[in-house]
């Protein structure tokens, strides 16, 4: 079975949509979501435009502030703390990869916790976890709504995440043991990674190499979460970190690249800032 994001995550775009229209009349006005996009790095441009349709759909207003590569880090804190004191706007993201000269962890930092749509802010990540609440991550969240919506069940499975960012491959395996799977966290200095992935039942693969992952590497009814996003060396097209036409026959799941993962990234970022928003409309 493929399971599609895009067809689940046009799903639930559309549940929100019909959840954000209420908005206006409840709380006066839609959630604001407000992009920071440094440079033009061609695949962060082409990332905030696919945040910025997925709130037009969903109906958020969506503000994209974009800068030149050289801004300095002192005038994009001072960007972040306007944004940060802004009672009209309700979740910050800054896209990432920045610039060499500007330190990543400090603009993150300096995002308010409360409007931390990425869920990347030091705090977010202690709460993650600690299990308390928080805003959490949208690619791991996302990869947790396909297994569920696939009716996998990871309670008690054996899980293997190959990669440990902090992005991707830390919190999705803090997921997984939150579901309570049983979870092996895998990495560039791993001994004998195939004789590891061969036992996993759920096999999440975050490491940004196109197709490294074979069919050897995976045992029959495994269900495999195709994380990465990497050009073919052969085609140029997009591929995944796993040997798709390969593994496909082997797992009882499996997700595309395109169409898997990444579609559910951007879906859990619509969630997070209508969370952001509903949790300031409460306090
Ligand atoms: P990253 O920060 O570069 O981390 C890669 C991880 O993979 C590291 O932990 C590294 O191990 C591990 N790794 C690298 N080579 C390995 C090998 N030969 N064997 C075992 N482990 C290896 O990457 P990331 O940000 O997590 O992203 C991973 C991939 O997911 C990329 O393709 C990225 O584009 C994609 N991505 C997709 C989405 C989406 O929404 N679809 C979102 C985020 C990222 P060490 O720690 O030992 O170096």
Redesign the pocket.
């Known amino acids: 079975m493929i399971i599609s994001g895009k067809e689940l995550s046009a799903k639930l775009k559309a549940e929100m949509a019909e959840q954000v229209a209420l908005f206006p009349e409840k709380y006066g006005r839609v959630p604001h979501l407000v992009v920071i996009l440094v440079g033009d790095n061609p695949a962060s441009v082409s990332y905030v435009t696919g945040k910025a349709k997925a709130c037009e759909l969903v109906g958020l207003k969506n503000t994209t502030i974009r800068k030149p590569a050289d801004i300095s880090e002192a005038e994009l804190l001072e960007l972040i703390a306007g944004l940060n004191a802004d009672a009209g706007v309700d979740g910050i993201l800054v896209q990432l990869p920045l610039p060499k000269h500007i330190d990543e962890g400090r603009v993150i930092e300096a995002i308010s916790r409360e409007k931390d749509v990425d869920g990347f802010h030091p705090l977010n990540v202690a709460a993650l976890w600690q299990k308390r609440e928080c805003v959490l991550p949208c690619?791991p969240k996302g990869i947790i709504k396909l297994l569920k919506a696939a009716g996998v069940q990871i309670a008690g499975k054996r899980a293997v995440v190959?990669?440990?960012?902090n992005?991707?491959?830390l919190p999705v395996s803090k997921l997984l043991l939150d579901e309570n799977a049983t979870v092996t966290t895998?990495?560039?200095?791993?001994s004998d990674?195939p004789a590891l992935t061969r036992q996993a039942e759920i096999l999440v693969v975050?490491?940004?190499?196109p197709k490294?992952v074979t069919a050897d590497m995976v045992s029959d009814g495994t269900v495999v979460i195709d994380?990465?996003?990497?050009r073919d060396p052969e085609t140029g097209k997009l591929c995944g970190?796993v040997d798709f036409a390969g593994v496909e026959s082997k797992a009882s799941v499996i997700t595309p690249v395109p169409g898997g993962?990444?579609p559910m990234?951007i879906c859990c970022l619509m969630e997070n800032t209508i969370e952001c928003f509903l949790a300031k409309m409460k306090r």
């Open positions: 690619t190959i990669g440990r960012s992005i991707v491959g895998a990495h560039s200095r791993t990674l975050a490491i940004g190499r490294f994380v990465g996003v990497n970190d993962v990444g990234t």
